[in-house]
């Protein structure tokens, strides 16, 4: 509408944990119960069909995405180009292989990134352990046990006089006897339980530190399926909770617990499933991220981000993080990862660009030995890469990467990325990470975040907590634009809104409105309606024309600033109130037969103005019904209210009239509030009416007596002068007395 040739593709991503999850339980299998391409058969399967649906609902809804440009992240043709990226980073020495600790869970069986890491406040039990011999111990509170076999050493804070002694000292882990020495490090805090900690690989991020700097070894007592892998027949194999219970009924039984305190603890969970991470190493694949932080944040300041403050979201959890991002995953569901390794000497081989996409679990190596040792035996990686790998290349691929045309230029970066408020860690940070590493800038010029939606007790909508509500229901139950009514006014940008039904009720309820208008107006013209404008308008009509140019300008912006729900607020004010309590009413005697043509002719053309700018201010929030309406005008001879153009206000506002008319419509209202106080119906007519107002504003009813007199079925009128001072404390109709004599 306002002349941009908009490229709005859409896109679904559909590789990840989720997915599975839902495949295992919608036909009751683990992943592994079937071989991984049957499994992966069921996934796209059970993919394409909720993209069905989804599709289908976002057809009701009116979105206008274009169709043509629809891609899944599943097609061969899409994870192609997710290799391509894979292999230009890596080219570039943007990505490695390394061995490191990575958050890991164990119910899923993968790595997964510190933004899939939810943390969770549960209740925990804090154990006082006893550590050593019976004449050189030392005590140790920690709330996982089960850990005792993976400890590695002890540590405790420099100026804590209870522990210089035992600084250097070595001291044997109850239950499995190791050995450990004793360090001092300033993170350790004196104040948590009894001030000496154990440092287990791992346990948590602080343990990962410490392992490095000390060189300590690493005992990986957790297995990936979260088992413990001991060689005590007693908890090998037990699950770490389990683990848990046997280990501190021995520490008991031999009297090594001396307290026992329940504590609140902050656990790291896993997004998907809520089991608790376990940190676990094991050869991954990351990006360097770690240093691309002050290049994330120096780019996040130089975009708008709307609302401002989702800004600070992302640059908060860009220095947040103090590993880099793990991209290979331990799933079944992704695209593959395109590298084959030397069974020999471990050399990486790559394929050629132009034979992607490949599947190295299943395809030869494209080398038919190791270039280094010449070993045949070489082995694709099994591992596949983290979903977000596929979804952070979206801008540029929208934009036609790898063809890095004139078309290309122009639409990347993006101007627009819309997205959740829940995922400016995610995909807004993978995004640009990943386009500064390729392209050297941020993929988006502007980022548009938006709250998410509640269920009707407050509470995020969950299928779990029961209260939420299925698009289509409400689609079926109001209409697609009462819905999208909903949306737009439930609330600021960025902020979360609350679903209510009534709000649907509210917004059907308008939209009856302005269909009822609109039959009012067309049933009310008799020939079609004037497109001129007419020389002689009345004060009321200049007020209403004067009035929508207002409507106008603030519509177009608060669409500019995406201050949605002031454009939707604004333009069902104007329809209501405006046009069908005060213009309405105030003209309906011009409408009716035998009146003045020229009257009728400005009427009708005012209406038609007024009902026809509505429909196009409200045609990106309502593109059902302000179709509807627009078709009612025959004279129309575009095809569609979306192909017009975005109505302009005029250089020049009548700022009088709009003062004056609003004057009138004052009068008029007030004095139909006389006459029903009378017991009077709008309807019956008066003898007279008596106004008195200030000297300044008679000669302005005195030009429309005849419009006061018709809307007010009154004989005569008499306009006298207000005594100074004498409407003092008559809010809201100061400046009027009106006297009916019926
Ligand atoms: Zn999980
Ligand atoms: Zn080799």
């Known amino acids: ?73 599943m097609e061969p043709s899409y994870y192609k180009l997710t290799q391509l990226s894979f292999l230009k980073l890596h080219k570039t020495g943007h990505l490695y292989r390394g061995e490191h600790p990575v958050n890991w869970c164990p119910r899923d069986e993968t790595a997964i990134a510190e933004a899939e890491v939810v943390y969770q406040e549960r209740r925990g039990t804090l154990y006082y352990m006893k550590f050593g011999e019976p004449n050189q111990s030392i005590e140790i509170a920690s709330t996982r046990p089960e850990l005792l ?24 882990v109850p239950i499995f006897g190791q050995k450990t020495r004793v360090i001092s490090d300033d993170e350790v805090d004196p104040r948590y339980g009894t001030g000496a900690v154990m440092i287990c690989t791992f346990g948590d991020k602080t343990d990962v530190r410490w392992q490095k700097k ?3 070894p690493v005992i990986k007592a957790i297995t990936e399926d979260g088992r413990l892998s001991v060689e005590d027949p007693r908890f090998k194999g037990l699950k770490a909770e389990e683990a848990r219970k046997k280990i501190v009924a021995e520490l008991q039984a031999n009297g090594l617990i001396t307290k026992t305190e329940t504590m609140q603890q902050n656990i790291g969970t896993c997004w998907r499933c809520q ?13 360097k991220t770690r240093d691309m932080t002050q290049k994330v944040v120096d780019w996040a300041g130089k975009l708008d981000w709307v609302p401002p403050f989702s800004k600070q979201r992302l640059i908060d959890w860009a220095e947040s993080l103090d590993w880099d991002w793990v991209i290979s995953r331990q799933r079944i569901f992704a695209t593959p990862i395109p590298i084959w390794y030397c069974t020999k000497c471990g050399r990486v081989i790559i394929p050629e660009e132009s034979k992607l996409p490949v599947d190295p679990r299943k395809d030869p190596s494209p080398e038919e030995k190791c270039p280094d040792c010449g070993n045949r035996e070489l082995r694709g990686e099994t591992d596949v890469l983290d979903t977000w790998m596929d979804s952070s290349i979206t801008a540029a691929i929208h934009a036609g990467w790898p063809n890095e045309s004139d078309l290309f230029k122009q639409l990347f970066p993006a101007d627009l990325q819309p997205n959740g408020l829940d995922i400016v860690r995610t995909w807004d940070y993978y995004l640009m990470v ?15 975040i938006n709250g998410m939606v509640k269920g009707t007790d407050g509470r995020m909508m969950h299928k779990s907590y029961g209260n939420y509500v299925v698009a289509d229901e409400a689609i079926k139950k109001a209409g697609a634009d009462a819905l999208r009514q909903w949306a737009a006014a439930g609330g600021s940008t960025g902020y979360d809104i609350p679903f209510r039904w009534n709000d649907l009720e509210y917004g059907k309820k308008f939209l009856t409105k302005l269909w009822n208008v609109t039959r009012f107006i067309l049933a009310n013209t008799t020939e079609s309606l004037s497109q001129q404008k007419p020389s002689r308008l009345s004060l009321i009509d200049r007020w209403l024309l004067g009035s929508l140019q207002n409507l106008t300008k603030e519509v177009s912006l608060a669409f500019e600033t995406f201050q949605f729900n002031t454009a939707l607020e604004a333009i069902r004010n104007f329809t209501w109130h405006a046009l069908a309590d005060d213009y309405l009413e105030a003209v309906k005697h011009r409408l009716q037969s035998g009146r003045d ?56 506002l009548d700022e009088a009239s709009i003062r004056n008319g609003k004057l009138l419509l004052d009068l008029i209202a007030h004095a139909r509030r006389e006459k029903s106080a009378k017991g009077l119906s709008l309807g019956s007519n008066i003898k007279r009416i008596v106004i008195s107002t200030e000297a300044e504003h008679l000669h302005i009813l005195k030009e429309n007596e005849e419009t006061i007199l018709r809307t007010l079925k009154a004989d005569t009128i008499d306009l006298e002068r207000l005594p100074p001072n004498s409407n003092q404390g008559k809010e809201p109709s100061a400046g009027f007395k009106v006297e009916i004599v019926a």
């Open 275 to 287: 089991t608790p991470v376990e940190i676990i190493s094991r050869p991954q694949w990351f990006m």
């Open 149 to 172: 076999a993976a400890c590695v050493a002890i540590a405790v804070h420099p100026e804590d006089g209870k522990y210089k002694v035992m600084v250097g000292k070595t001291v044997t």
């Open 597 to 652: 043509p020229a009257d009728l002719k400005a009427t009708q053309y005012c209406l038609r103005e007024a009902i026809l700018t509505i429909c196009k201010l409200l045609a990106p929030i309502c593109p059902h019904m302000s179709e509807a309406v627009y078709h009612q005008f025959p004279s129309e001879a575009t095809k569609s209210i979306h192909q017009e153009s975005w109505p302009k206000p005029d250089k020049t």
């Open 214 to 216: 000390y060189h300590l």
């Open 434 to 448: 990943r386009s500064l590493a390729l392209f050297g800038t941020a993929p988006y010029k502007t980022l548009l």
């Open 1 to 73: 509408m306002k002349g941009f040739n908009v490229h709005f593709p859409q896109g679904w991503d559909c590789h990840g944990l989720p997915t599975e999850v839902r495949v295992e339980q919608t036909f009751k299998i683990r992943k592994n119960d079937v071989p991984s391409e049957q499994f992966v058969e069921m996934c796209r399967k059970l993919t394409a069909e909720y993209i069905a649906k989804m599709k289908q609902s976002m057809n009701l809804l009116g979105i206008s995405s274009d169709w043509a440009l629809e891609y899944k992240t």
